[in-house]
């Protein structure tokens, strides 16, 4: 079956920059749009960039400028390079990608079961 792993998460002092990886694999037709999303404790999920199989990225304004998402589509790999890390960005982030597993198959939106990030002061 397919899957979307992420790693790279962790604790890591504010300033500091992690770098997570989203690694999708099983029987796979072809994969489009892949992104990274994150939510923190008692609020809501929230955008955080995407990446089209073209490599055209879509940021929010809140991480433009800290945050760069690329992809290596021979891996079917997503990497988000964060750094200037604030304890605001402490959440579990989430990988997402719209992938079509068959011929004749849709496109659909697969989740990874994320990974954490903490960032302490």
């Known amino acids: 079956q397919v899957q979307l792993v992420e790693s790279g998460g962790g604790l890591v002092q504010a300033g500091g920059s992690l770098r997570l990886s989203c690694a999708a694999s099983g029987s796979i037709f072809g994969i489009r749009t892949m992104g990274w999303y994150r939510q923190a404790p008692g609020k809501q999920r929230e955008l955080v960039a995407t990446i089209t199989s073209g490599g055209g990225t879509n940021y929010a304004d809140s991480m433009k400028d800290r945050f760069t998402i690329s992809r290596d589509n021979a891996k079917n790999t997503a990497y988000l390079q964060m750094n200037s890390l604030k304890p605001e960005d402490t959440a579990d982030y989430y990988c997402?990608?719209?992938?079509?597993?068959?011929?004749?198959?849709?496109?659909?939106?697969?989740w990874g079961q994320g990974t954490q990030v903490t960032v302490s002061s």
């Open positions: 997402n990608a719209e992938m079509k597993l068959k011929w004749g198959g849709n496109w659909n939106d697969y």
